[in-house]
């Protein structure tokens, strides 16, 4: 099946630092998601992508949507305290039959120091 | 904001015990999914559910899970005998097309 590779797998910064994380395929999705994961919660969605080459923001977040369709980043600026967690990127494969079949990546653990 | 609901919010059980998990998905979702993450991996696909019926499952989703939506409002997952590694975080999540809300989860033990 289709497997997204994301990196890194953990980041350790300083507040107010910047931070950029990222997601590959071999395979092309259509829809790539980005959600945030706190201890002992389930993943809540943070920024959706829909169409090849789009930049979306939210806030300090920033995700774009690859123009091969194959990957997506995640940008954090002026990082804070409670941006820690754990960071999935999703996807839902071309050619997929079911809506949210999603397709998660491994993760990427974030720890901010103040 | 409409939220996934999910109970309880940990389960423990003997091995080889029936369990099931529960949840009530947002009302005006039509698609509905099982997803689970075992201890310090990735969330992974069991199921998808729509119009009554299993639209699409993984290879994990094999003869000892079945979903349900007894009523209106509910959607369950049993695992009929349960294993040492179905120990894991159940999602359940919800959507109208392509962006699932989560809910917060039932971790379940298996001893």
Known sequence: GQQLNQSPQSMFIQEGEDVSMNCTSSSIFNTWLWYKQDPGE?????????K????????????????????????????IPSDVGIY???GLPAGGTSYGKLTFGQGTILTVHP | EPEVTQTPSHQVTQMGQEVILRCVPISNHLYFYWYRQILGQKVEFLVSFYNNEISEKSEIFDDQ?????PDGSNFTLKIRSTKLEDSAMYFCASSEENVATFGSGTQLSVL
């Open chain 1, 42 to 50: 389930g993943p809540v969605l943070l920024i959706a992508l829909y």
């Open chain 1, 52 to 79: 090849a080459g789009e930049l979306t923001s939210n806030g300090r977040l920033t995700a774009q949507f690859g123009i091969t369709r194959k990957d997506s980043f995640l940008n954090i600026s002026a990082s």
């Open chain 1, 88 to 90: 999935f990127c999703a």
């Open chain 2, 65 to 69: 899970f079945s979903v349900e939506r």
